[in-house]
């Protein structure tokens, strides 16, 4: 589940881009197989319904995220940017409403 402000929607991390230095931010892999704990990447999630998010620069309280899985975190970070979209799952009403000017596809998330 990816938590991002009041939004709770499952997501699924579609791509792994690459693993960098937890330090520096250097790129250390390209396209990892895995990642580990502790280790600092770029992914893509794609959550299954449509939510509004913000990049980190543009709004810092609205980039940010946590994934969660049976209650404990197991991903966070900040929302580097986002894409509009269709997405593949259903939608309340005030989803729809408030993504009728911008559905979110994927986040690229670090």
Known sequence: VLDS???HIASKF???????DKRTGK???????????GDASL?????????????????APLGRF?????KQTVAEGDIKSECKGESTGKSTKSAVVSTQSRGIAYVVVE
Not at 14 to 20: M, V, W
Not at 66 to 70: L, P, T, W, Y
């Open 14 to 20: 579609t791509e792994i881009k690459q693993k960098n």
């Open 27 to 37: 790129m250390l892999e390209e396209n990892p197989k895995e990642i580990k704990t």
């Open 66 to 70: 946590a994934v969660r899985d049976m």
């Open 5 to 7: 402000h009041t939004s």
């Open 43 to 59: 992914c893509i999630l794609k959550p299954t319904k449509p939510m509004d998010v913000e990049t980190f620069k543009q709004y």
